[in-house]
């Protein structure tokens, strides 16, 4: 991962400030390093994190060092894309999706927001 992404590294600390207090629409990747298809979405992952800047937030959990999350939030696949407005879980992509899908969904939860 890049220092410069504009994602944000989501961890137990930050999660309730990032995504559940946001009053934008968040996308929230759930990963870990040793994931071949996690490594495939990544890029779009970035490029959704730079193209939606100000606009919505991306973020991502590494499901190894925050094991709470990933429970809390059922995650049994990885990677598993949850997307957030209001605090709330409106969908859940599992695996690896094209990236204007991805764009696709923050754009209609950013019609509504």
């Given at each position: 991962?890049?220092?410069n992404?504009?994602?944000?590294?989501?961890?137990?600390?930050?999660?309730?400030?990032?995504?559940l207090?946001?009053?934008?629409?968040?996308?929230?990747?759930?990963?870990?390093?040793?994931c071949?298809?996690?490594?495939?979405i990544?890029?779009?992952?970035?490029?959704?994190?730079?193209?939606?800047?100000?606009?919505?937030?991306?973020?991502?959990?590494?499901?190894?060092?925050?094991?709470?999350?990933?429970?809390?939030y059922?995650?049994?696949?990885?990677?598993a894309?949850?997307?957030?407005?209001d605090g709330k879980?409106?969908?859940r992509?599992?695996?690896?999706?094209?990236?204007?899908?991805?764009?696709?969904?923050?754009?209609?939860?950013?019609?509504?927001a």
């Amino acid at each position: 991962m890049a220092e410069n992404s504009k994602y944000v590294k989501l961890t137990d600390q930050n999660f309730g400030s990032e995504v559940l207090d946001s009053a934008k629409p968040v996308l929230v990747d759930f990963w870990a390093d040793w994931c071949a298809p996690c490594h495939q979405i990544a890029p779009a992952i970035e490029e959704l994190a730079a193209e939606f800047e100000g606009r919505a937030t991306v973020g991502k959990v590494n499901v190894d060092e925050q094991t709470g999350l990933a429970q809390e939030y059922g995650i049994r696949s990885i990677p598993a894309l949850v997307f957030f407005q209001d605090g709330k879980v409106v969908q859940r992509v599992n695996g690896v999706v094209p990236k204007r899908t991805l764009a696709s969904e923050l754009e209609s939860l950013l019609a509504v927001a």
